[in-house]
């Protein structure tokens, strides 16, 4: 990751990380339309969050093990998933 990004990845993988959160409330939360910050590019293609459909349908965006590890190692990971760890 750059150092530009990596605060925002970081972000983004903390704010599913917390809950699984629907797609739309993701998008509406991390949209941009700056071409240079690809924050959800980047984790996306880094594997640290991924998308699922709930049985309802729902399209549903969580923090990946990657995610996890990665916030674990920096420090970030919330507090009610650190203890499962």
């Not at 990380?17 to 590019?41: G, K, N, Q």
């Not at 699922?52 to 349908?57: G, N, V, W």
């Amino acid at each position: 990751m750059s150092a530009t990004l990596d605060p925002l990845v970081m972000d983004l993988v903390a704010f599913v990380a917390a809950a699984p959160r629907p797609y739309e409330e993701v998008i509406d939360a991390w949209r941009t339309s700056c071409p240079r910050l690809t924050v959800w590019e980047d984790a996306i293609d880094r594997g640290l969050i991924a998308r699922f459909r709930a049985e309802d349908k729902t399209l549903i965006v969580q923090a990946t093990g990657a995610g996890l590890r990665l916030l674990q190692e920096s420090g970030r990971l919330p507090a009610r998933l650190s203890a499962n760890t």
